[in-house]
DNA sequence: GAACTCCTTCGAGCGCGCTCCAAGTCAAGC
DNA sequence: GCTTGACTTGGAGCGCGCTCGAAGGAGTTC
């Protein structure tokens, strides 16, 4: 089990020192970090992957207040599965939406791509 | 050729008419949108599917200064095609990447889903 | 001519998600 | 013992994209 400094897992994350500080206290994680006696944050390997969790979450576009609701079921511990699974249901039926969404308004966009297409080097 | 007051112009385009008045003072239209002899906005079909067009830019994350910077191009007029094709081919190339960095998060979010399912209801 | 509706402008405010700063602590190296 | 560097906290600040409020004007209805 390795246990990673905040700067170390910044790296690995993709986050930054910030933005882990501000998940943690904004109630996102799953329990407090642990510390080294120095106060320092450690970070161990369930930190990470639960960090991972988050940051598809976040990166499928759900908001922070919802994360935090979510960690909140995880933390409560067993029993609750059904609310988590509707939670992410809801979650990714969203984010489908959406993404049929953005796909159609960049297919509108493409075909003005073409016709720029064909007046910067036009075939006749 | 209808002319619409910012009300209606606010129905047909699914915005609302503060951000109708934001988008024209933020520089996102092409020219200063006419007005009645009271003074109130009256909307063109031109405006209309240049609000259109700044709508499906908007929806795919097109920050509102890269939108300004498109339609200070398309204002200038003839000569600059070329620089407004780069604008949309980089934007495009953007919202691929996007689109598909959210499906591979959401990919992994189903797995997710699918352990939920089965604890919830298992088969066994 | 009073009331009502729809609009005007200007500027402030807000929710989100970080991002950063100041001041301080701790451990290691010289 | 001093410096250096990585960290700590609390709280302020920021960029984005709206969103709203206040005060007022024009036009219609009764």
Do not use: C
Not at 45 to 59: F, K, S
Not at 64 to 93: K, P, Q
């Amino acid at each position: 089990m390795t246990s990673l400094s905040i700067a170390e897992a910044a790296e690995r994350t993709g986050l930054t020192a910030h933005t882990l500080r501000y998940y943690e206290r904004d109630g996102l994680m799953l329990r407090s970090v642990e510390r080294a006696s120095s106060g320092h944050r450690r970070y161990t390997d369930d930190d990470l992957r639960w960090i991972q969790m988050v940051t598809r979450l976040r990166a499928t576009g759900m908001p922070i207040r919802d994360v935090r609701r979510y960690a909140a079921l995880v933390r409560e511990g067993d029993g609750n599965e059904a609310e988590r699974l509707d939670l992410l249901l809801a979650h990714r039926e969203l984010v489908e939406r959406q993404l049929a969404e953005v796909t159609s308004h960049l297919r509108a966009i493409d075909h003005k791509i073409a016709l720029y297409e064909h007046q910067v080097s036009p075939a006749s």
